[in-house]
C-alpha cells in the first residue's frame, strides 16, 4: 500500500530564511509525487510535481522539490520565506498509470513565518 | 483559481439531516474526486467519478453517495448526518488520463458544519 509520511507537524521559520519540507513516501512502483499548499480556509493548490525526468522540480511561488529515489523522499524547498508562505503544506503520492489516479496525502507540515 | 468551483461554501445543519454538495470540475476534466478533511482524520479519499461511472472508491460511508452527471458536474450526497460529518468537503478535477490525468485540481471546499 501507498503512503505518505511527513515527519513535521509544524515548522516557524523567520522571514527571509530557507525552508525545507520533508516528505517520504512508499510506492511500490514508480511514484508521481506532489506538493500542495492550502492557505487558511482555502483549497489545496498545486505547488509543484514530479512524473519523470529531472529529479528537481520548480513549482510556483519560489518552491522547488527534489526527488530521492535511494531515500524515497521529495522534500520541499525555497531559499527565501515570505510571510504569506504562511499555510499548511501536503505531500502526495499517485499511481503513474491507472484510470483510478487517486492519491495518498501526507498529514501536512503547518508553516508559520515569522517578521 | 483551479476552475473547480463547489457550492455551498458553507452549510450548517442538523443531525439527521440531509444535504447536497454541488461542484462543477475544470472545463474539459472527466474525472470529478470527492475527498473529507477534518482535524481527526486529515484528507481522505472519498470517491472518483470518470466520464460520469464510478471509478474508484476509498473512505465513504453507505450514508453518502455521489454522482456524475452527463454535463460532467457531480453532487455528494450526505444523509442521517451525524455531529462527526462536520468537515471540508472538496471537490476536484483531472483531465483524461491522455493529457496528463494524475494531476488533480481542488476546488476551495464546502464547510460543512452539523449542530
Known amino acids: 500500500a501507498q503512503s505518505v509520511t511527513q515527519p513535521d507537524i509544524h515548522i516557524t521559520v523567520s522571514e527571509g530564511a530557507s525552508l525545507e519540507l520533508r516528505c517520504n513516501y512508499s510506492y511500490g512502483a514508480t511514484p508521481y509525487l506532489f506538493w500542495y499548499v492550502q492557505s487558511p480556509g482555502q483549497g489545496l493548490q498545486l505547488l509543484l510535481k514530479?512524473?519523470?525526468?529531472?529529479?528537481l522540480v520548480q513549482g510556483i511561488k519560489g518552491f522547488e522539490a527534489e526527488f530521492k529515489r535511494s531515500q524515497s523522499s521529495f522534500n520541499l524547498r525555497k531559499p527565501s520565506v515570505h510571510w504569506s508562505d504562511a499555510a499548511e503544506y501536503f505531500c502526495a503520492v499517485g499511481p503513474h498509470t491507472g484510470t483510478a489516479s487517486k492519491l495518498t496525502f501526507g498529514t501536512g507540515t503547518r508553516l508559520q513565518v515569522t517578521l | 483559481d483551479s476552475g473547480v468551483t463547489q457550492t455551498p461554501k458553507h452549510l450548517i445543519t442538523a443531525t439527521g439531516q440531509r444535504v447536497t454538495l454541488r461542484c462543477s470540475p475544470r472545463?474539459?476534466?472527466?474525472?470529478v474526486y470527492w475527498y473529507q478533511q477534518s482535524l481527526d482524520q486529515g484528507l481522505q479519499f472519498l470517491i472518483q467519478y470518470y466520464n460520469g461511472e464510478e471509478r474508484a472508491k476509498g473512505n465513504i460511508l453507505e450514508r453518502f453517495s455521489a454522482q456524475q452527471f452527463p454535463d460532467l458536474h457531480s453532487e455528494l450526497n450526505l444523509s442521517s448526518l451525524e455531529l462527526g460529518d462536520s468537515a471540508l468537503y472538496f471537490c476536484?478535477?483531472?483531465?483524461?488520463?491522455?493529457?496528463?490525468?494524475?494531476?488533480?485540481?481542488f476546488g476551495e471546499g464546502s464547510w460543512l458544519t452539523v449542530v
Open positions: 514530479y512524473f519523470s525526468g529531472d529529479t
Open positions: 476536484a478535477s483531472s483531465p483524461s488520463m491522455a493529457a496528463g490525468g494524475n494531476t488533480i485540481y
Open positions: 472545463s474539459g476534466d472527466l474525472s
